[in-house]
């Protein structure tokens, strides 16, 4: 299983790749590695598993936070509506809203292993074109949390850290066309 030693840490040069796109249909190792991803989230979500292996918690995961040179995440969110699970390769932003939105309470990464405050300004919708697990082509329509979600593990396969949106004179500061969003 993954657990925090297998978790690249900021300084890493593979944080800062644009990673490689992975060929579809994905290999039997590739779609291996992709459940592995989600079942450490879904293990970072269950309590007597993250204290048992001493796990962070986690609602998203990218191929190169494991250390692997490939475009692809696996996301795992529970709301109100219930468990929403994701294993994508190759995803894109094909489309996006204008207005943009904000965690009041910042945001953090399994590869980040100090506290950056700040607001991350994140489009408050999104379209996204991917491929899922079994190499199908979809495309998604994101919004809110999700959206944040998806656009925090799509900037890891582009190189970039949620701390690369905070401004550095002034971490609280937004963009005028930001909505709150808590
Ligand atoms: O490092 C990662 O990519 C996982 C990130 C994903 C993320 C961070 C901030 C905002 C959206 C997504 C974090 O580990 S997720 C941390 C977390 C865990 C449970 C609930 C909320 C956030
Ligand atoms: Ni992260």
Known sequence: IITMKDIVREGAQILRKVTDEV?????EEDKETLLCMLQYLKNSQTPELAAKYKLRSGVGLSANQIGLDKRMFAAYIVDDK???????????????????????QGEGCLSVDRAVPGYVPRYERIKV???DITGDEVVLKLSG????VFQHEIDHLN???FYDH?????????????????
Not at 23 to 27: A, D, F, L, M
Not at 88 to 97: A, D, E, R, T
Not at 145 to 148: D, N, T, V
Request: aromatic share 10%; glycine share 4%; hydrophobic share 35%.
């Open 23 to 27: 060929v579809i249909p994905p290999s």
């Open 82 to 104: 219930g468990e929403h699970e994701y294993t994508l390769f190759n995803p894109k932003i094909i489309s996006h809203s204008l207005t943009m939105i904000y965690l009041q």
């Open 129 to 131: 074109k991917a491929y």
């Open 145 to 148: 949390y999700p959206a944040i």
């Open 159 to 161: 190189g970039i850290m």
């Open 166 to 182: 905070i401004n550095p004179n002034n971490p609280l500061q937004l963009p005028e066309n930001v909505d709150i969003k808590s």
